[in-house]
């Protein structure tokens, strides 16, 4: 008897007629002979929905109680889908996240899962229940409860699949797997059969939302294969898993867009020691993570720094910046949000030259400037207008040939 971790996004219990097909895959794959776990994202646009409401009464929410408003929406879905269930003649409870063992540090809308203790669930499974977790969410030490990023609801399947020692994690979404790019900016797309954890985790890092990209990360540090397929059909998905063969390593493996992009240049820096420690060190403080950093070469001892931040932290990552602007002796600080980072990954580009001339060229001839590049030893990102993104990755798709299979 295997034990098998599902995970059904937002999309795929939408509404209840999503949700009792849902509840007929769940009852087949356990009709298999397996022993689930399932774990659920809240309907639909339920979580934007719920972020709306508290907006509207509040300027800032308490982030205490945005979690504990957030994590609702998942108690829903997962309360739902075992009426279902238990309407199709099967055994099966829900556990809120911290029920099922899932225990957070207290960065509120943003936890990281400190360790799982998946007991309950083991004594569940033991009374032959299916056992349906709410995802998303977790509790302190405190019993406060926490909520893991949006997108999170793979993060705690995956974490649920490594400390249970399932034999896989099946995230089941709207599109029938990883493809080569967003499917709904490029019609050529083509569906990956396997990807390694390395890609998988740029192009997640770098915008696919596919998947949450601390899922992937789990997934590679606890050799955990997830399987992407969609929860619509039977089409056969795609594995990721540690890579199959060392040689057969590809070209450009997809392409990644992100919107959620805002810079901030600081000008007149003066160019001595301590001045980065004394931006950067601040923003880490504040839990705000910075991705491109540029500085240019100084002239008379005073330079432009310029650093890129998620868009949804700008206003939290000005407050902090323009202080120390001050204390520093720099001019002043100009700012951007209407830019986005375009990406190609693949490991081939390891040690082969050609991948950044190929890349720039292609977004020449489209007339897109590119404003900032950064790289990793599989990534290249460009960072450009955001009304150019989707010319940029069908470009991009084209000039690397991804089309072909
Ligand atoms: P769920 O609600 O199931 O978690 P998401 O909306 O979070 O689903 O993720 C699925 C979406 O990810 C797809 O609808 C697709 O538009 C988008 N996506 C972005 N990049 C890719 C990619 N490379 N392959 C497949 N889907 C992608
Ligand atoms: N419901 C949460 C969100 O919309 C978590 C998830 O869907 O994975 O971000
Ligand atoms: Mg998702």
């Known amino acids: 008897m295997a034990l098998i971790v599902q995970k059904y996004g937002g999309s795929s219990v939408a509404d209840s007629e999503k949700i009792k097909s849902v509840a007929r895959r769940i009852a087949r794959a356990k009709d ?3 022993q689930l776990v399932v774990v659920v994202s809240a309907m639909g646009d339920t979580t934007d929905e719920l972020i709306r409401m508290a907006q509207q009464v509040s300027e800032q929410p308490d982030e205490r109680e945005l979690d504990m408003l957030l994590s609702t929406g998942e108690l829903i879905s997962s309360t739902l889908l075992v009426m279902a269930l238990e309407s199709l003649g099967y055994k099966a409870v829900s ?3 911290g029920q099922a063992g899932i225990q957070t540090d207290s960065s509120y809308s943003q936890a990281r899962i400190l360790r799982v203790d998946p007991q309950r669930i083991l004594a569940e499974l033991e009374k032959g229940n299916i056992v349906i977790v709410a995802g998303f969410q977790g509790v302190t030490q405190d019993m406060d409860i926490t909520t893991l990023g949006r997108g999170g609801s793979d993060t705690t399947a995956v974490a649920l699949a490594a400390s249970l020692n399932a034999e896989v994690c099946q995230i089941y979404t709207d599109v029938e797997g990883v493809y080569t790019a967003d499917p709904r900016l490029v019609s050529e797309a083509t569906k990956l059969k396997e990807i390694g954890y390395e890609e998988m985790l740029e192009l997640a890092s770098y915008g696919a939302k596919i998947l949450h990209p601390r899922a992937v990360e789990l997934g590679g540090l606890y050799d955990m294969p997830i ?8 089409s056969p998905g795609t594995l990721i898993c540690k890579e199959a063969s060392m040689e057969v ?9 992100d919107t959620n992009v805002a810079k901030i240049t600081v000008i007149n ?6 001045i980065a420690a004394a931006i950067f060190e601040p923003l880490a403080k504040a839990n705000i993570s910075v991705d491109t950093i540029v500085q240019n070469a100084s ?9 890129t931040v998620a868009r949804s932290d700008l206003v939290k990552a000005m407050s902090i910046v323009e202080p120390v602007i001050k204390s520093i002796g720099a001019k002043r600080c100009v700012t951007d949000s209407t830019l986005a980072k ?6 081939g580009m390891q040690n082969t030259p050609g991948y950044a001339a190929r890349m720039f060229r292609a977004l020449y001839e489209q007339g897109i400037n ?3 590049i950064t790289t990793s030893e599989i990534r290249i990102t460009c960072i450009i207008a955001e009304d150019r993104v989707k010319d940029a990755v069908q470009a991009l798709h084209k000039a690397f040939e991804l089309e072909i299979a």
Do not use: C, M, Y
């Not at 390593?249 to 867009?257: F, L, T, V």
């Not at 375009?342 to 490991?347: A, D, E, F, K, P």
């Open 299 to 307: 002239i008379e001892n005073i330079t432009d720094l310029t650093f």
């Open 370 to 372: 590119i404003q900032l």
């Open 249 to 257: 390593r590809n070209k450009a493996r997809g392409i990644a867009q």
């Open 269 to 274: 820096v003066p160019d001595h020691p301590g």
């Open 32 to 34: 298999e002979g397996n």
């Open 227 to 234: 399987l992407v397929a969609s929860s619509f059909s039977d």
């Open 95 to 97: 556990l809120t996240g």
């Open 342 to 347: 375009v990406s190609i990954v693949g490991t």
